[in-house]
């Protein structure tokens, strides 16, 4: 509705009746785009897009989406205890302290990156979200990084790769590791997770496809925080924090995400694993 249709319809309608008429015309300007107009395609998978309808899911009216029986939110008293009970918890409290959600579909390996780089505490650059502070943040993370590798306009629209990622990070003053799960046994996979979770100085981040999880949406990125020996399962501190929770995942299921295909590279997914170096400082 144009503004002068807007007037020309309150000039003719009384009171309750002009505030039915701004009210629809307001809400009618904020609407979303039809689906066929707004629906986003997931050929690469790796843009964490909505799928939920194809899953069988649906949307809480008031929330991120419902967490899957199998696992376990981080908010359930549950889940909480098993925190304070795992032995391999120490990659959660630095990671907590620099939690962020993904600024966009597509950012969930660039949120993934710059929360493990502010958690390592080495030098931070300078900001331009906050300029009196240095800081490791989304909008700035490709400053440093070989264009050719990844830059901003592509990741938004495609998200990263496994090697992609590993490639990128390489330009920070940090150590890096690759790891495809189809390279891994089940228990080099669970190994690998145990021993990071157990240090404050490096951080397992991993790729994998939402749905062997039980969970809606294509190709993620999010870091691994803590590693529960009894239950065999790992903290996912999920970075589309507007989507789901972080949860405790069965090291099974998690390995079979892992696994799947990456319709770029044709690859496995798997762990990239991110960790202070000498003189990093």
């Known amino acids: 509705m144009s503004r002068y249709s807007l007037m020309r319809a309150i000039e003719r309608v009384s009171r309750p009746e002009w505030i039915v008429v701004v009210?629809?015309?307001?809400?009618?300007?904020?609407?979303?785009?039809?689906?066929?107009?707004?629906?986003?395609?997931?050929?690469?998978?790796?843009?964490?897009?909505?799928?939920?309808?194809?899953?069988?899911m649906a949307r809480a009216a008031d929330?991120?989406?419902?967490?899957?029986?199998?696992?376990?939110?981080?908010?359930?008293?549950?889940?909480?205890?098993?925190?304070?009970?795992?032995?391999?918890?120490?990659?959660?409290?630095?990671l907590s302290q620099y939690f962020e959600t993904q600024r966009n579909e597509a950012y969930c390996s660039v949120a993934t990156s710059v929360m493990a780089l502010n958690a390592l505490g080495i030098r931070r650059p300078e900001s331009t979200q906050y300029p009196d502070f240095p800081f490791f943040s989304q909008e700035d993370f490709f400053r440093s990084i070989d264009p050719q590798v990844a830059n901003a306009a592509r990741v938004s629209r495609e998200g990263m790769t496994l090697d992609q990622?590993?490639?990128?990070l390489s330009a920070f003053p940090v150590e890096v590791r690759k790891f495809h799960?189809?390279?891994?046994?089940?228990?080099?996979?669970?190994?690998?997770?145990?021993?990071?979770?157990?240090?404050?100085?490096?951080?397992?981040?991993?790729?994998?496809?939402?749905?062997?999880?039980?969970?809606?949406?294509?190709?993620?990125?999010?870091?691994?925080?803590?590693?529960?020996?009894?239950?065999?399962?790992?903290?996912?501190l999920d970075v589309a924090r507007y989507k789901y929770p972080a949860v405790w995942v069965p090291v099974t299921q998690l390995y079979a995400a892992a696994q799947a295909v990456d319709n770029v590279s044709g690859l496995s997914r798997g762990i990239v694993i991110v960790g202070t170096r000498a003189n990093s400082n």
Do not use: K, M
């Not at 981080?74 to 959660?92: F, K, V």
């Not at 990622?165 to 990128?168: K, M, R």
């Not at 080099?188 to 951080?203: G, K, M, N």
């Open 23 to 56: 009210l629809t015309a307001t809400l009618a300007a904020c609407a979303p785009l039809p689906p066929a107009a707004n629906q986003v395609t997931d050929q690469t998978a790796h843009q964490d897009t909505h799928q939920a309808a194809a899953a069988g």
């Open 181 to 236: 799960a189809g390279d891994l046994t089940l228990g080099q996979f669970r190994d690998l997770i145990r021993d990071t979770t157990s240090h404050s100085d490096r951080f397992a981040l991993l790729n994998f496809r939402r749905v062997e999880i039980g969970e809606a949406g294509g190709g993620h990125w999010s870091p691994l925080a803590a590693y529960d020996a009894a239950s065999d399962s790992a903290l996912l």
């Open 63 to 94: 929330g991120p989406l419902p967490v899957p029986p199998n696992l376990i939110a981080l908010t359930q008293s549950t889940g909480q205890t098993r925190l304070i009970a795992a032995t391999h918890n120490q990659s959660y409290w630095p």
């Open 165 to 168: 990622l590993g490639t990128a």
